[in-house]
């Protein structure tokens, strides 16, 4: 994978920066990411300095700090200075902390600053970035990347995760993707994108209909459920070479779901009746099955840890999310309010369950602790919207959406803030589903 190559290379080179004011994330903490009523932090990323070297050193330098804004803004926890109010030049100013006048920046609302220093020679580049707290006046974090000139996108997400991990104890979700389907093509067909919405690629050319995608906790595998053999059959399919495996089983194959920290997925299936739920290889073979009672079992997600599943079963009569623990067999159910609650997606922290249900004939997101509490309505208003999916961090859902017309994958924040459109395609965009973060080490 030569992406991943790369960067593994690039990380090597690596230098922590000898800036004895640096702060470790347990000392140093802006604001309390766990409420919901958050403000968003101020912070400024002028254009970094041109140090010498190639006349594309000046670009390189504009793009990188473009894209730690943009990449900084799609969190939802900061805020951008705009450049017009900015009182100093960034290619005059100090970027080492020694000569940062700090008011010129607590003036235009700044509480947050990352400089940063680009020379480029022949091909290879060195960036100095910084980040620095203008209200205590100190450095936070400070690093040195070393790569070549098209690394640039790579080491401004590497170092927007430093910024995150420095402030709120967390990697983000800047090394992660998406997965979902498009009709733009006159099929549903499954496609990748980066965790913005760039870089969209077509992953299956079946010309069938092709739904519910799911990544490996390693990101080198995708389980969907496919028509291109008529009746729905899940693919396993690799990431790099598009090896696939199929499950061996006869009549219906639905909503695989992988778990956690292992080679082996859970997926609805119906050889021996009605749908039920197994865990399988890999490979596609069954384990055992999790689900023992009568009637449809579907839609498997698993608890970070995985010992157990939120599932959607019409045992009481009407779709509603369940949880079994693996382990004792025990099933209890988690759903109440409403007649219809399915699609159930367990964040990353374990502490939420996202899923849709149907509110006043629309379908809304909503979240619900694993035992009940805390039920809370993210959408409303806008269409319907369905499919949650978690960010690695568990800090943002990707979901789908026809506030818009059609449906398009749209983006909030766990308490349902911030809520845009990921990407524009030709067609609708449905089934969304975030990866892990794949090249973290």
């Known amino acids: 994978m030569m992406i991943r190559y790369r960067l593994s290379m690039l990380l090597l080179l690596m230098i922590w920066m000898p800036l004895s004011s640096a702060v470790a994330a347990a000392q140093y903490n802006y604001i309390d990411i766990s409420n919901p009523f958050l403000s968003k932090t101020p912070i400024a990323v002028p254009t970094f300095k041109v140090r010498g070297g190639d006349p594309a050193t000046s670009g390189i330098a504009s793009d990188t700090a473009q894209l730690i804004s943009h990449y900084l803004d799609f969190t939802g926890y900061f805020s951008l200075v705009k450049p017009g109010a900015f009182l100093e030049n960034p290619q005059t100013m100090d970027i080492t902390g020694a000569g940062i006048r700090y008011r010129n920046w607590t003036a235009v609302g700044a509480e947050l600053l990352v400089t940063g220093g680009v020379v480029s020679h022949d091909g290879q580049a060195e960036f100095e970035l910084r980040l620095f707290d203008t209200v205590k006046e100190k450095l936070v974090l400070g690093k040195r990347y070393r790569g070549t000139v098209g690394d640039y ?6 170092f927007c995760s430093e910024v995150v991990y420095a402030i709120f104890g967390t990697r983000g979700f800047f090394d992660s993707k998406l997965a979902f389907v498009s009709n733009g093509s006159g099929q549903k067909e499954i496609y990748l994108c980066e ?30 459920t496919t028509y291109a053999e008529r009746q729905p059959r899940i693919y396993i399919q690799n990431i790099n070479d598009k090896r696939v495996a199929k499950i061996n089983k006869p009549r219906l ?3 695989p779901a992988w778990l956690p920290g292992s080679f082996e997925l859970a997926a609805s299936l119906s050889f021996s009746g009605d749908q039920q739920i197994y865990l399988l290889t890999g490979n596609g073979k069954v384990i055992k099955r ?4 009568g009637g449809i079992n579907v839609e498997a997600t698993w608890s970070p840890d995985g010992k157990r599943i939120a599932f959607v079963s019409r045992r009481s009569g009407n779709p509603q999310i369940y949880i079994s623990d693996i382990g004792s067999g025990r099933v209890q159910r988690l759903t109440f309010e409403g007649r219809y609650n399915t699609q159930p997606s367990w964040s990353p922290k374990g502490d939420k369950i996202a899923y849709s249900a149907m509110n006043g004939g629309v379908l809304n997101l909503f979240t619900i602790n694993p035992d009940g509490g805390e039920l809370t309505q993210l959408t409303a208003n806008q269409g319907n919207n369905e499919a949650p999916t978690w960010s690695p961090d568990g800090s943002l859902i990707a ?18 803030t911030d809520q845009r459109r990921l990407l524009t395609l030709s067609g609708e965009q449905t089934n969304p589903k975030w990866s892990p973060n794949i090249l973290t080490p």
């Open 153 to 158: 996108r790579q080491i401004a997400r590497r």
């Open 195 to 224: 965790f913005d919405g760039s870089e969209i690629t077509q992953f299956t050319h079946l010309r069938s209909i092709s739904l519910f995608p799911d990544w490996s906790s390693d990101g080198r595998w995708l389980a969907y």
């Open 253 to 255: 194959q639905m909503s």
């Open 290 to 293: 999790l689900t023992n009672t």
């Open 399 to 416: 979901f789908g959406s026809t506030r818009e017309g059609k449906s398009r994958i749209f983006v909030m924040t766990a308490y349902g």
